[in-house]
Each structure stands twice: as structure tokens, then as C-alpha cells.
């Protein structure tokens, strides 16, 4: 009972410091899903509109899509209204052999985190789970080295917003064997970008739908929208590999809340949260979904909490799906704008903020907004 009583407390003590923030910072607008294009599930066909019919600067423009290629970008595209303004390719693919194309698949490293988060949501959606329930429910006593009483405080949830108090500062983070998973902190009290958690993530919607992650993706989402990929082991991480207008498919489908021309894939708190700060430790943290427009902001493998915007000369309502060497989803909602960057980048990083910001410093005055 006073474990129950604590809980109830912690939770609505939660609620308040999430309306509390959700009010102060900006919020998701909603898109005029009316006049969304939705491209063909059946082909290749993909309507197209010219930057210059939506006034942007065309000088600049060329400047920024010359620059590009200089970063190691493999793919980029740009929607506007689901219609593609530009879909540009360089460099070799994955493989090595052949040029990049709009068949060319490639990783999207921690960028598929958004594409778990979305996959959970649906498996709540169908009650499957509920990201309220102990994790221990799906993947059974001892999947940590905790003891029984702390394994059991830590909840679906948790993983979703990377505060389940498991030790990020092991030898190997993406490790998913209980010795990996030591307690350093009560779950909900620390913030820590952590990959062993939400790799098992894939384990529970495994567990709660009995199919394998891969059949559960494509039924509930991917077979929907025409998107293609695949999930692929790679060291200790799950990846999702696809070609870019996947990537953009799935960026116009959260643009769009989930209604794929007519076809509800989704709905619910779950998803209506997923791009809003999920806690107040990284307000710039969804669920396993990066925010721009917020107070402050963390990074990975830090525990220094920052000032400001995550990308102060993007669009505040702009929320972001990132990973490794600059895998970009980028969603802005106020402008019916979804951006794929695919490639490698300079730095080593888990996600490369540098690169995200130096993308808008010369995007933005070609929109002429930011």
C-alpha cells in the first residue's frame, strides 16, 4: 500500500511539472491535414512542387544543396505538404558498389528510436501494453542485476524517456545482459541517454504481440504507408536500414498525426506526447524523440543541463528523430515541412547537434523565416 500511495503521488506530481512546462515552452501546432498530399502506396509516383513556387530563395538555395555533399551527405529530401521540393542523391551506397539512388538503402542508426517509440504506441493502441505497466511483466524477473523491489520500479515508460536509473557509465552501454544493467538511480529521478534500455523495448512489443518486431512493423506500420526496411542486428543495437523516401514517409505519416490518406494508423495520449517534453530533467526529450523550442536541453553522455534551444535558428515546433553521423528526420508542423538527412558526419558523436545546427544556419535563409 505504501508503495502504491508513493506511486500515485510521484504520478500526479509529474502530471502537474509536465503541464507546468507544456504551457511555459512551445508547442506542437497542428498541421492542416486537409491539404496533406499523400504519395502513391503502389509506385514510385511521388507529386512534386518547385522552391521557387513557395517564394524561396534560389541563390541560397543552390549554395545550401552545393554545400551538402561537402558534409558526407548520401540523400536529402525535403516535403512540403507531403509534395517533394527537393530529392537530391550523392556519393556511393552502403554497399560501396553503385551510386546512391532513391533505392539505395541506408542506416538510420539512433534515428530509429523515434520509429520504437511509434511502434510501442501502436502495440498500446491495440492493448497489447501499457507503458504505465513493470517492465519485468514483459521481460521477466532478472532482465537487470537489480534487486526484486528496484527491477520492479522501473516501468515501460521509463525506457521511453531514458530515465530508468540504470548505470549508462558501464563498460558497454549497449550491453542488454542483466550484468550490464546496474542501479545508479530511482527510475524518473535522472536522465541519461542510455541504448541498452531502449533496446529491449523491442523484446517487450516481441513478447506483448507474440510476433517478431520486423512482422509487427510491417502490419502495423510500414505495409500501411508503402514504407520499406528492415531492422538488422549490428553489434548489440537493433538497426533500421531503409531508403530515403521511407524515411520521408514516415516523417509525413507524424506530420500528418498518424492519418495516412484517410487511414488512421494511429491515435491517442501516446502520440500526441511522443513530440512533447516527456519529463523535466531534458525538456528537449520526448518519447525517444528529440524536441527543439525548449528551455534547455541535455546530450548524450552528459549530465550538464544547457540553456536555450537544441537548434535555436530552427523552427520552435521542429521535433526530430536523430542518429549517428547525422541520420535526420526532421517534422515542423507550423511550416507542413518533413526533412531527411542521410549520410556520415565529422564528428564521432551519438547525435550530432553541430551538424543539425549548421544545416539551419544555411536553410533557414532560404526559407527566409529563420
Not at 28 to 40: A, D, G
Not at 100 to 127: P, Q, R
Not at 138 to 160: A, K, M
Request: proline letters at 4%.
Amino acid at each position: 500500500m505504501k508503495y502504491l500511495n508513493d506511486y500515485i503521488k510521484h504520478f500526479f506530481l509529474g502530471c502537474f511539472i509536465l503541464l507546468f512546462y507544456s504551457c511555459a515552452e512551445a508547442q506542437k501546432p497542428s498541421p492542416n491535414t486537409s491539404k496533406l498530399y499523400f504519395p502513391s502506396t503502389e509506385s514510385s509516383l511521388w507529386d512534386k512542387q518547385s522552391a521557387a513556387e513557395l517564394g524561396w530563395d534560389g541563390v541560397k538555395f543552390a549554395e545550401f544543396l552545393a554545400w551538402l555533399p561537402t558534409q558526407d551527405t548520401r540523400a536529402f529530401i525535403i516535403l512540403k505538404d507531403g509534395k517533394i521540393v527537393i530529392e537530391e542523391y550523392w556519393g556511393d551506397k552502403l554497399t560501396g558498389v553503385g551510386k546512391m539512388d532513391e533505392n539505395s538503402y541506408w542506416y538510420w542508426a539512433s534515428a530509429g528510436k523515434t520509429l520504437t517509440a511509434t511502434l510501442v504506441g501502436i502495440a498500446e493502441n491495440k492493448k497489447l501494453l501499457n507503458t504505465t505497466d513493470r517492465t519485468q511483466k514483459y521481460l521477466g524477473e532478472g532482465w537487470t542485476s537489480l534487486t526484486n523491489s528496484q527491477e520492479r520500479d522501473i516501468r515501460l515508460i521509463h525506457q521511453l524517456i531514458m530515465t530508468t536509473g540504470l548505470d549508462d557509465g558501464v563498460a558497454n552501454q549497449d550491453d542488454t545482459s542483466p550484468s550490464s544493467l546496474v542501479f545508479l538511480a530511482e527510475p524518473g529521478k535522472r536522465w541519461a541517454y542510455h541504448n541498452a534500455p531502449y533496446t529491449l523495448l523491442e523484446q517487450v512489443v516481441q513478447n506483448a504481440s507474440g510476433q517478431s518486431f520486423q512482422n509487427f512493423f510491417t502490419e502495423n506500420l510500414g505495409g500501411k504507408i508503402g514504407m520499406k526496411g528492415f531492422w538488422q542486428k549490428t553489434g548489440e543495437n537493433n538497426v533500421f536500414y531503409s531508403d530515403a523516401r521511407s524515411f520521408a514517409r514516415f516523417g509525413l505519416l507524424l506530420l500528418a498525426d498518424g492519418n495516412w490518406d484517410g487511414n488512421q494508423i494511429w491515435s491517442g495520449d501516446f502520440f500526441d506526447e511522443l513530440s512533447q517534453s516527456s519529463q523535466s530533467l531534458n525538456r528537449s526529450y520526448g518519447y525517444l524523440t528529440w524536441l527543439n523550442g525548449k528551455s534547455s536541453y541535455m546530450v548524450p553522455q552528459s549530465q550538464t543541463i544547457y540553456p536555450g534551444m537544441l537548434v535555436p535558428n530552427a523552427p520552435a515546433d521542429m521535433y526530430q528523430a536523430m542518429g549517428k553521423n547525422g541520420q535526420f528526420l526532421m517534422v515542423i508542423p507550423s511550416e507542413g515541412l518533413v526533412i531527411v538527412r542521410m549520410g556520415g558526419a565529422g564528428d564521432n558523436s551519438l547525435v550530432p547537434f553541430l551538424l543539425i545546427r549548421d544545416i539551419w544556419e544555411r536553410l533557414g535563409p532560404v526559407i527566409g523565416k529563420y
